[in-house]
């Protein structure tokens, strides 16, 4: 090989035997101006040489066209064996539903297994914080409690009061007619401790709290301040849900009671001003229908609503991919999932405490 005149002249043979001793040359001169490669003294040309040719035109950013010179045993090689201009074929893989299937399936056994971890790192953290503090923010869940319960207890009962209102007219309107005003209460207390208050306590709170929950700690995840926290040793788990937890464990009880109490008062106001029944009637009609296993009812599955909706919030926050749109699917995702899931939850509740199965 020769540099002259802004051309590299090569003659002899051009194949796997001389490319190394050439690329050792050519790398020295490579940054000369070269416009040019003169091949029309070469006698011999491999696959090995046309690769070689490929990789100068490469570097030195030039046209095959434009800047070879080529005998005809060059030319034909080159241009059955060349690989520039050569577009490469996507390779599409169909799809069957076979595949989908399999596919959806590892990815709901997948997040089984996350959400299952997630459940247990959140169980085992919140009873250790019972007794150590250790790695939480002192006042966390007095912080926690005023968001969670005390900022949410006037629009609870606001809707209790109005909920309560419309299943005792609804209801009043049908048993004037039988002249059976006194069940009102039965109805409004019934339904208001074992299911309109604990049910609409916990909706309230997953549109609230579960969505504040996945939005933060998704927005932490997406910042890295999770990835930061875990370098600095500390518990993303225990240093953000667990306050979370503890809060609205103690807050659902204090919430359902209010909404409970709340709706049955606004079923009094109908059955005093509508069926004309006195308020102490209908006080003592409903302490006489109520009894202590509906309020532990009440009370009870209120519990598993609120942590499902801290779970299912955390879930999805940890699991957010992407930037501020992540953010908002994952926000979204929680929310629908936490208010599933608390139905689900009141139907399993209602099989196995009502019908004894």
Known sequence: MEYREQSLFFDGELTKHTVPALSYNFAQVKNQLIVTLDLRMVTKIDSAGIAFIDEMLLQLDLEPGNSLYMNEIVKTAYNTFTSVGIKQAKIVVKEDHFTRLGSAFIIFLNSIKDGISLIADISY??????????????????????????????????????????????????????????????????????????????????????????????????????????????????????????????????????????????????AVTYLELSATVFVNRIFEVLTFRDAIIGLGKSYFFAWVIVIIGSYYGFNVKGGAEGVGKVTTQAVVASIFWVIILDAINSLIFYFKI
């Open 125 to 270: 953290w919140s009873f250790v914080g019972i007794f150590n503090k250790k790695g939480q923010r002192k006042g966390s869940v007095i912080q926690q409690a005023l968001f969670i319960g005390v900022d949410a207890l006037g629009i609870i009962a606001l809707l209790s009061m109005i909920l309560g209102l419309i299943l005792a007219l609804q209801s009043a309107a049908q048993l004037r007619q039988f002249g059976a005003n006194i069940f009102v209460a039965d109805l409004m207390g019934v339904s208001m401790v074992t299911e309109m208050g604990p049910i609409l306590t916990a909706i309230i709170l997953a549109g609230r709290s579960g969505s504040s929950i996945a939005s933060e700690i998704a927005t932490m995840k997406v910042t890295e301040e999770i990835d930061a926290l875990k370098m600095m040793a500390i518990n993303p788990i225990r240093y953000i849900v667990v306050p979370k937890f503890h809060a609205i464990t103690i807050c659902i009880p204090l919430l359902v009671t209010a909404s409970t109490l709340i709706g049955i008062f606004g079923g009094l106001i109908i």
